[in-house]
């Protein structure tokens, strides 16, 4: 009788968790559906004919979303160079509040690298083989002014010069807002 009373207590202990797993499974993809249909509804197509040669050179930061391994920093440049295998070196520069430069060294590849001229969607690392998306959302035809994202909570705006005419930085913003990007986020660096 004794076992009997210990598997009805056990049994109905079961049931307690089973029912508190499917509680938060079920949370748990209902907060991941919700995350996923707000990713959804941010536009990450990329540009067409992407030629990488004339993208490498120094790019000036002219605004971001706010993020841990820029946060404080002005004056923020890109440089992308050429290595000798092929991948592009990534050489991110920035001044902290308290006048120290910060540097980050990095490499970024082509998702497509059989294509020379192709996509603009390349992935970047900076720690190890670890790669992040760097989604090039915008590009004038001149290769002056990009409009970049990482997902959804990574965006710049960068120039090959320390501004931009307020024309041309509001055709990039717009375009941001058209594809679903939250303009009120952007921070605007100072590069004087």
């Known amino acids: 009788m004794a ?8 049994s109905d202990r079961y049931t307690t968790i089973m029912n508190r797993i499917k509680t938060f499974y079920i949370s748990l993809t209902s907060l991941l559906g919700v995350q996923c249909a707000a990713a959804q509804a941010v536009d990450q197509s990329v540009v067409q004919n992407f030629d990488l040669e004339k993208y490498l050179g120094k ?3 002219i605004a971001r979303y706010d993020h841990s391994f820029e946060r404080g920093l002005s004056h923020v440049t890109a440089n992308y160079s050429l290595r000798d295998d092929g991948k592009v070196r990534v050489e991110n520069r920035g001044i902290k509040r308290v006048g120290t430069t910060s540097n980050a060294i990095g490499k970024a590849k082509l998702v497509d690298e059989d294509m020379p001229s192709s996509e603009g969607k390349l992935e970047v690392s900076f720690f190890l083989n670890f790669y992040a998306p760097y989604n ?3 590009l004038d035809d001149n290769y002056t002014y990009v409009l970049v994202s990482s997902g959804t909570d ?3 705006i960068l120039s090959r010069t320390p501004t931009l005419p307020p024309q041309t930085v509001q055709k990039i913003v717009d375009e941001a807002v058209r594809r679903g ?3 009120s986020d952007l921070i605007w660096v100072d590069q004087s």
């Open 154 to 156: 990574y965006l710049w």
């Open 136 to 138: 090039i959302l915008m």
């Open 59 to 61: 790019w000036y930061e």
């Open 181 to 183: 990007f939250d303009s």
């Open 3 to 10: 076992w009997y009373l210990l598997l009805f207590v056990l």
